[in-house]
């Protein structure tokens, strides 16, 4: 993010010089940086706790549906894998053989908690394809302030994790 911000802002100033403005080398390359490869890689180059819920969400579903859909169900599956996500199933059914996928992935630190969600369905008539790729970012932050995409009321709001349970008196 921290990048991005750095090419606008010369960009910018190059743009209102009223000569002309040599551009350093290291923003050069910052700029000719591709796009990520993997989901693993996505989510390494996201600001997770302090970027804008919304932007962080529309990124998410482009990465995912990029990334996901070309290479069919089973390689979309085994990617979302490969990034730390756990998977669940629907049912097969004779209309559907290749049931929808739920996948979840959740990461904490000590002033947020993330969950992503992916829902991967693919089409009953050409098995291995990936027909939709529905996903979903949910962030916990201490306070409501930074919570997405609604203010939840949780434990981590306190500060303090729930207190230890107390092991029964003997009788």
């Given at each position: 993010m921290r990048r991005v911000l750095m090419i606008l802002?010369?960009?910018?100033?190059?743009?209102?010089?009223?000569e002309a403005v040599e551009v350093p080398a290291e923003v050069v390359e910052v700029a000719e940086v591709a796009a990520p490869a993997t989901l693993d890689e996505f989510h390494a180059s996201m600001d997770w706790q302090a970027g804008p819920g919304e932007t962080l969400e529309a990124d998410c579903a482009n990465a995912v549906h990029t990334l996901l859909r070309p290479g069919g169900r089973a390689a979309a599956l085994?990617?979302?894998?490969?990034?730390?996500?756990?998977?669940?199933?629907?049912?097969?059914?004779?209309?559907?053989?290749?049931?929808?996928?739920q996948c979840t992935r959740s990461f904490a630190t000590r002033a947020c908690q993330f969950d992503w969600e992916v829902f991967v369905t693919s089409d009953p008539a050409r098995p291995d394809s990936v027909e939709t790729t529905d996903s979903s970012f949910r962030r916990d932050c201490v306070g409501t302030a930074d919570d997405w995409p609604d203010a939840m009321e949780s434990a981590i709001d306190d500060q303090l994790a729930p207190p230890p349970a107390l092991e029964p008196e003997p009788v």
């Open positions: 802002m010369t960009a910018g100033l190059v743009a209102c010089a009223p085994s990617a979302l894998q490969a990034a730390g996500y756990e998977c669940i199933y629907g049912e097969a059914h004779e209309d559907y053989p290749e049931p929808a996928a």
